[in-house]
């Protein structure tokens, strides 16, 4: 028991020295992280399990939607044009981290759709479902421009060169990819932007980097604007946000696989 902990604690300490020889801003600014991980806690939500309905509802738009179908859809195709590749889809296949899973997917599609935002940031792409959502959802209606901060997995690089993989030439056009972790790159993004339409929180998820984000985001966002935040159970950043902004639209959303919690908040 003992022997098997101390081989865990070595190739943490393995596959930090060659994430710091890498990189070593990025893998210095990945210990404050680790650190606050223990004063997190889990969050107990009432879910909504009717979720879709209100979400289309808070966009003023009608439910049920034809264009979840679509969503639905898309998905598929991607797990397709994955696996054809040779690549693996699902959960906990980036490294420890996971592909944007259903109802995520919808739910970002149809934000895109009837929000028809001009300036979408998301953090976290991995192999990019959520950003080929957008960036199709955006093509339908003709406008829009996407940012994609993303630090590529530091810790298991075998799976870099997958990164965006799900997001073919053709989509690319309305896309800028920055590369870095958004603690270095969203404020100086945001600057840039000046003004947010929609946000879409996906990359790491601890309470420290998902108030961070929404924070700075949060002082951005247009009015009516949007947020989509992934895995929100496992800590208390996204409920600390929600109840220090009191956002005129909240829901609590599950994934299909009803492995986690995603939130959904308009200003
Ligand atoms: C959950 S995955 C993203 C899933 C993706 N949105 C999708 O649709 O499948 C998280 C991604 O965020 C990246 N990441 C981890 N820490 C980050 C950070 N501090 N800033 C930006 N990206 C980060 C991971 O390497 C990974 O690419």
């Not at 710091?20 to 399990?49: G, M, Q």
């Not at 959520?130 to 630090?151: K, Y």
Request: one cysteine or more.
């Amino acid at each position: 028991m003992t022997r098997h902990s101390g081989n865990a604690g070595e190739r943490r300490v393995r596959r930090f020295l060659r994430a710091f020889a890498a990189d070593p801003v990025e893998a210095l600014l990945y210990i404050p992280e680790e650190l606050s991980k223990k004063s997190e806690h889990p969050v107990e939500y009432r879910v909504d399990e009717d979720w879709e309905a209100r979400l289309h509802s808070a966009l003023g738009a009608p439910w049920p939607c034809p264009e979840a179908a679509r969503a639905a859809e898309l998905w598929s195709t991607v797990a397709e044009e994955l696996h054809r590749d040779g690549l693996a889809f699902g959960r906990h296949t980036y490294g420890f981290y996971s592909d944007a899973d259903q109802a995520l997917t919808r739910a970002v599609w149809c934000t895109v759709v009837h929000l028809r935002p001009e300036v979408v940031v998301e953090t976290g792409v991995a192999r990019g479902t959520t950003s080929r959502a957008v960036l199709e959802a955006m093509e339908r209606n003709g406008c829009g421009h996407l940012w994609s901060i993303d630090l590529p997995n530091p810790f298991e690089r075998g799976v870099q060169r997958q990164t965006g993989a799900a997001v073919p030439e053709s989509c690319r056009a309305r896309w800028t990819y920055v590369e870095g972790s958004s603690r270095r790159r969203l404020p100086q993004l945001l600057r840039r932007l000046g003004r947010v339409d929609l946000f879409v929180h996906d990359s790491l998820h601890t309470a420290r980097n998902t108030r961070f984000e929404m924070d700075r985001v949060g002082r951005a966002l247009a009015p009516h604007g949007v947020m989509l935040v992934d895995d929100i159970s496992t800590h208390q950043g996204f409920s600390e946000w929600a109840r220090a902004e009191a956002p005129a639209a909240e829901l609590i959303c599950p994934s299909d696989d009803g492995e986690g919690l995603f939130g959904f908040v308009r200003t």
